[in-house]
């Protein structure tokens, strides 16, 4: 019986977010791959798969617990399916945005209304100390990231190795959809 020829590739993070511990990963193909820009679109097609498992993560043990939903019909437990997807893509950006490495903008995500009240809180959420500023630049995601988990009560700015996780964000994305809720209604009454 012969065997099925494998390429191993090992990967190891230059730094964690938080300082945590580099991961290092161990990845085996069936591809032949002869070069390193092979070796390098591999990696790529893994960190995809990653993504995608972190995504049905989020949508099950680690966020919504969409497994233990108490629906009965059909109809409802796909239309909540849907919501939690789609909130579920907003936490997962946030969660990429927090360090404040990439290039994703506040409008990316939020509307002009939501990032107009995301201003005023920032006003509230800031202390009086350095540390307790929010350290991004407003047109930033990693901004809004740092307000949503400050709404949830994240006091973790303090220690870097602590980022705001996915059912922090979880927490401050529900919270901020009520504040919404009544920053609407008192903009609707300031306006007539």
Partial sequence: ??????????????????GEEPICWTLVSTKELIDLEQVKDEVKRYESRWLIEEYFKLLKTDGYDLE????????????????VMKTSIKVLRL?????????????????????ECLEELNEQMEGST??????????????????????AGWKEFYNVK???????????????????????????????
């Fill in 1 to 18: 019986m012969g065997g099925v020829p494998v390429t191993v590739i090992q990967v190891k993070e230059e730094s964690q977010i938080g």
């Fill in 68 to 83: 233990n939903c108490q629906l009965e019909s059909g109809y409802s437990i796909r239309k909540l399916t849907l919501f």
């Fill in 95 to 115: 969660k990429a945005a927090r360090d404040g490495k990439g290039d994703d903008k506040v409008e990316d995500v939020f509307n002009a209304q939501e990032i």
């Fill in 130 to 151: 350095e540390k307790q500023q929010n350290p991004y630049p407003k047109q930033k995601l990693a901004w809004a990231t740092w307000i949503i988990a400050r709404l």
């Fill in 162 to 192: 602590r980022p705001p996780g996915n059912k922090t964000i979880i927490e401050g994305l529900d919270k901020f959809d009520g504040i919404m809720i009544g920053y609407n209604i008192f903009r609707k009454k300031d306006v007539s």
